[in-house]
């Protein structure tokens, strides 16, 4: 599950795409947040971390936990697993599953941010990733155990951008918390991320320049259509198939001319990466019934397990654009973060509401519940 890449445009501005592939569908919040909006994030056992945002975001979010009757869902419930900022900055959640295992103690006196909230405080504190850097090297981070998976360790790692096409990884590895730079700009999931740049060192031989012809003895072969180029690219969805394939597209997709059809480029681009229902299933009374996010509940519905592109992200770092397609829907719905900065507070809106819709939609979510 989840493919994310950089693609760059003729005058070097930057968007990022990323798609999301789990077995079923999760009840995703769409969310505005104007800067202003507190936050607190809470560890057991340590002194929480208050922050105050800086920036405007935008996120698809899911709940912590269930909601109940006496204590029903609100903002701060809702963790961010990808957004934008109003300076361009993105945040990311993919799939690793093998982060949980011993952690680094850290002293109990010590404020300790929660894996869960490093969306809302990258989104809502930081314009660059070199800020993002400066301060996470002074500020713990654990990972907890999440209520709505069964009590699984956060099984993810973390993927920021920014407008400059600076990208940088969080990952924890069975509890240890490892970053990095990223020069590719690509994330896919396992296994960690350090093996997959080290991978990319066996397709050296990659070009997207079709040789179409050759000679073998006196006979000459020739290619009767395009593409052979990519016919060394691997064809599976496994993680480590598409991290090469995202790494190949990204390099080597056309530089768009203009900001609009740079966005529908990057559409392009991402189409390689959506999966439909039922092309790869797996039956538990098989062995199978693989889930890439641990404690998720299998669909009742089908004797299978099949992972399916939930919805698929296009952001627009310069201009500020979010667009969003969910599994129903074949258009986008596009938020315009400078359009939402006269919002009177937050909005929240339920991504299935995006079902079909098309085009900009920023007067949708600004017309949603304020939170």
Same mark, same amino acid.
């Given at each position: 599950?989840?493919?994310?890449?950089?693609?760059?445009?003729?005058?070097?501005?930057?968007?990022?795409?990323?798609?999301?592939?789990?077995?079923?569908?999760? /009840?995703?919040?769409?969310?505005?947040?104007?800067?202003?909006?507190?936050?607190?994030?809470?560890?057991?056992?340590? /002194?929480?971390?208050?922050?105050?945002?800086?920036?405007?975001?935008?996120?698809?979010?899911?709940?912590?936990?269930?909601?109940? /009757?006496?204590? /029903?869902?609100?903002?701060?419930?809702?963790?961010?697993?990808?957004?934008?900022?109003?300076?361009?900055?993105?945040?990311?959640?993919?799939?690793?599953?093998?982060?949980?295992?011993?952690?680094?103690?850290?002293?109990?006196?010590?404020? +300790?941010?929660?894996?869960? @909230?490093? $969306?809302?405080?990258?989104?809502?504190?930081?314009?660059?990733?070199?800020?993002?850097?400066?301060?996470?090297?002074?500020?713990?981070?654990?990972?907890?155990?999440?209520?709505?998976?069964?009590?699984?360790?956060?099984?993810?790692?973390?993927?920021?951008?920014?407008?400059?096409?600076?990208?940088?990884?969080?990952?924890?590895?069975?509890?240890?918390?490892?970053?990095?730079?990223?020069? +590719?700009?690509?994330?896919?999931? $396992?296994?960690?991320?350090?093996?997959?740049?080290?991978?990319?060192?066996?397709?050296?031989?990659?070009?997207?320049?079709?040789?179409?012809?050759?000679?073998?003895?006196?006979?000459?072969?020739?290619?009767?259509?395009?593409?052979?180029?990519?016919?060394?690219?691997?064809?599976?969805?496994?993680?480590?198939?598409?991290? +090469?394939?995202?790494?190949?597209?990204?390099?080597?997709?056309?530089?768009?001319?203009?900001?609009?059809?740079?966005?529908?480029?990057?559409?392009?681009?991402?189409?390689?990466?959506?999966?439909?229902?039922?092309?790869?299933? @797996?039956?538990?009374?098989?062995? $199978?019934?693989?889930?890439?996010?641990?404690?998720?509940?299998?669909?009742?519905?089908?004797?299978?397990?099949?992972?399916?592109?939930?919805?698929?992200?296009?952001?627009?770092?310069?201009?500020?654009?979010?667009?969003?397609?969910?599994?129903?829907?074949?258009?986008?719905?596009?938020? @315009?973060?400078?359009?939402?900065?006269?919002? @009177?507070?937050?909005?929240?809106?339920?991504?299935?509401?995006?079902?079909?819709?098309?085009?900009?939609?920023?007067?949708?979510?600004?017309?949603?519940?304020?939170?």
């Amino acid at each position: 599950m989840c493919t994310s890449l950089i693609y760059r445009d003729a005058e070097d501005k930057v968007y990022f795409g990323r798609t999301l592939e789990l077995t079923s569908d999760l /009840p995703y919040q769409l969310i505005y947040l104007p800067k202003g909006v507190p936050f607190q994030s809470v560890v057991e056992g340590h /002194p929480p971390v208050d922050y105050t945002g800086k920036y405007a975001m935008l996120a698809i979010t899911m709940p912590a936990r269930l909601p109940k /009757p006496e204590s /029903p869902l609100g903002l701060a419930d809702l963790k961010a697993l990808e957004g934008m900022n109003d300076q361009g900055l993105t945040f990311s959640l993919l799939s690793y599953p093998n982060s949980g295992g011993t952690q680094k103690t850290v002293e109990a006196t010590r404020a +300790v941010l929660s894996a869960s @909230d490093l $969306g809302s405080w990258a989104l809502s504190q930081f314009a660059t990733v070199a800020e993002l850097k400066t301060a996470l090297a002074s500020q713990p981070v654990m990972l907890e155990a999440l209520a709505l998976l069964g009590g699984v360790e956060s099984p993810f790692h973390y993927v920021v951008h920014d407008a400059a096409g600076d990208a940088f990884v969080i990952e924890f590895n069975e509890g240890q918390m490892t970053t990095y730079d990223n020069p +590719v700009g690509v994330m896919t999931n $396992g296994p960690e991320f350090s093996w997959h740049l080290t991978n990319l060192n066996n397709y050296t031989f990659l070009t997207n320049v079709d040789r179409s012809s050759a000679t073998f003895g006196t006979y000459a072969a020739v290619q009767p259509d395009s593409g052979v180029a990519t016919a060394g690219l691997p064809a599976s969805n496994t993680s480590v198939g598409r991290f +090469v394939r995202a790494a190949f597209y990204s390099q080597y997709t056309e530089k768009a001319d203009t900001p609009d059809l740079a966005v529908q480029t990057l559409a392009h681009i991402m189409n390689n990466f959506d999966r439909p229902r039922g092309v790869t299933i @797996d039956y538990p009374s098989e062995g $199978g019934g693989h889930m890439e996010v641990a404690g998720l509940e299998a669909d009742a519905k089908t004797a299978y397990a099949t992972e399916f592109t939930c919805w698929t992200n296009l952001s627009d770092l310069d201009r500020k654009q979010f667009h969003l397609r969910t599994y129903r829907s074949l258009n986008y719905a596009s938020f @315009d973060l400078k359009a939402l900065a006269d919002a @009177d507070g937050p909005r929240v809106l339920p991504l299935g509401h995006l079902d079909g819709q098309a085009g900009d939609s920023t007067d949708l979510l600004k017309a949603a519940k304020a939170a």
